[in-house]
């Protein structure tokens, strides 16, 4: 069965650095997300992404994060200037129209 | 706005019983309903999803059934395994919008 995967597993940077999470959907969905998790806490909406542009994000993706498909099979998160707080698991999604997202194992991020 | 509620975790069950696990939800329009699970150290997978009013869905002896009456889609297992353990993770979508998930419940299953 496709996966979504999703690179590196477990990434550990410190703060202030810029960081790159990079999801491979699956080839044929057009819709893809990315959420978080913080350790502990709810799985929380970051952005969602279709036709090379946001559809909708939340009040966490603010102007230190954002959303680029750069080719035909990647799907990256940017955070800018990574702050202790955004530590958490990171999961990317894919879906087709009005089917379950499918997601990915996630990327532990860890700020130090 | 959509939310989700589940009851609060963790719940330790010896193998074999019975389990439930409640999740009611506030949702404009018809939403789609999921149960995600999480085992230790992995990601999040579809463990079964109903769509409209009625559904039953099922998956590795699971079962939740979408009652719009209530407004809830209650997990079920007959006889649980060690291997259940796991964070069970109620959610929901109406279209394409982002899936709302709820706080999540641990459950332990000791042999």
């Known amino acids: 069965e496709p996966e979504v995967t999703q690179t590196p597993s477990h990434q550990v940077t410190q703060m202030g650095q810029e960081v790159i999470l990079r999801c491979v959907p699956i080839?044929?969905?057009?819709?893809f997300y990315w959420y978080r998790q913080i350790l502990g806490q709810k799985v929380e909406f970051l952005v969602s992404?279709?036709?090379?542009?946001?559809?909708?994000k939340s009040e966490i993706f603010d102007d230190q994060f954002s959303v680029e498909r750069p080719d035909g099979s990647n799907f990256t998160l940017k955070i800018r200037s990574t702050k202790l707080e955004d530590s958490a698991m990171y999961f990317c999604?894919?879906?087709?129209?009005?089917?379950?997202?499918?997601f990915g194992d996630g990327t532990r991020l860890s700020i130090l | 706005g959509n939310s989700v509620t589940q009851m609060e975790g963790p719940v330790t069950l010896s193998e074999e019983a019975f389990l439930t696990i409640n999740c009611t939800y506030t949702a404009t329009g018809y939403p789609s309903l999921f149960w995600y699970v999480q085992y230790p150290g992995e990601g999040l997978q579809l463990l079964l999803k109903a769509t409209k009013a009625d559904d039953k869905g099922s998956n590795k002896g699971f079962e939740a059934t979408y009652r719009k009456e209530t407004t809830s889609f209650h997990l079920e297992k007959g006889s649980v395994q060690v291997s259940d353990s796991a964070v069970y993770f109620c959610?929901?979508?109406?279209?394409?919008?982002?899936?709302?998930f709820g706080k999540g419940t641990r459950l332990s299953v000791i042999a």
């Open positions: 992404f279709y036709n090379n542009e946001i559809s909708e």
């Open positions: 959610a929901l979508y109406s279209g394409n919008t982002p899936l709302v």
């Open positions: 080839s044929n969905h057009l819709y």
């Open positions: 999604a894919s879906s087709v129209l009005n089917q379950p997202q499918h």
